[in-house]
């Protein structure tokens, strides 16, 4: 069987209408409970997808980056499940839920697409998951450049780098001069 290259997920979005929206560093996209009216695309900045718990505590879900969707799951429920907080000022593309789910209901190349975009989505996470679990900096790392064919990232990029593998920025330099040693 031959694979036929298809259009992504985010071309398909973006041949709908969508509307641009700012917002300020700590501005509420919206909270949990709020009933599901859009989905969002980061075009720039960071958007934090968060779970507060009763006890005040808060977990990240999702760290939303520019080129990145939101909440994609929130497509398939009513109403919002966590927050999202901007954590810097960000713009994001909102597109109407409805003519997404529209779009996907009548174009199987559509869902297809967004289906191979969710399955690189969860082999990430996945994959963070695993770094997570991992309790040395070397490992997190050789676990990290495996999944990357061996690169580092561009020299001005080491900083997002340790904080994807949940490491201080020193613990990765001094594993980074030890592997130069």
Known sequence: MIAIMS????SYLFSLPGISR??????LVFDRNDPVKSLFVVESGEVHLLRRQEDGAEFILQRA?????LAEASLTTPRYHCSAVAMNNA???AFSRSDVLKMIEEDSEVAMA????????????????????LRKVSERLDAWLAWNDGKL??????GLLAQELGVSREALYRELANRRN
């Open 91 to 93: 713009v994001m593309t």
């Open 7 to 10: 259009r992504d997920f985010f």
């Open 153 to 158: 990232p561009d020299k001005g990029k080491k």
């Open 65 to 69: 980056t520019a080129g990145t969707v």
């Open 114 to 133: 967004l289906a191979m975009h969710l399955g690189r989505e969860v082999r990430n996470m996945r994959l963070k998951a695993e770094i997570a679990s």
């Open 22 to 27: 700012k917002f300020s560093r700590g501005q």
